[in-house]
């Protein structure tokens, strides 16, 4: 089992920038790609990024290519998701996610899901 637990999420303007955290705990987490997905009310969940065990690849949706940045600390067991040139329809709560060993962009293959963070962005 693996406990995740999202920080960061918070109301901004529009052009601004967030940076969302992602404990983990539980297991060993460089055996884990990590993944964030959101979700806006009355959408389906969307992949936003994911990143792969070691750091060395990572992944984004095209509609926040360029503006968001995933990385992962696995010292502090903890996966980050830089969010700069924000935009109103960037707003939904955003879910970190775990599967063992291989990254992937759908959510269906996330064995381990956080709670959610919500990020609102102002125009």
């Known amino acids: 089992q693996v406990q995740l637990v999202e920080s960061g999420g918070g109301l901004v303007q529009a052009g601004g920038s967030l940076r969302l955290s992602c404990a983990a705990s539980?297991?060993?987490?460089?055996?884990?790609?990590m993944g964030w997905f959101r979700q806006s009310p009355g959408q389906e969940r969307e992949f936003v990024s994911a990143?792969?065990?070691?750091?060395?690849?990572?992944y984004y949706a095209d509609s926040v290519k360029g503006r968001f940045t995933i990385s992962r600390d696995n010292s502090k067991n903890t996966v980050y998701l830089q969010m700069n040139s924000l935009k109103p329809e960037d707003t939904a709560v955003y879910y970190c996610?775990?599967?063992?060993?291989?990254?992937?962009?759908?959510?269906?293959?996330?064995?381990?899901w956080g709670q959610g963070t919500q990020v609102t962005v102002s125009s």
């Open positions: 539980g297991r060993t987490f460089s055996n884990y790609a």
């Open positions: 996610a775990a599967r063992t060993v291989v990254v992937a962009m759908q959510g269906d293959e996330y064995n381990y």
């Open positions: 990143i792969n065990r070691s750091g060395s690849n990572t």
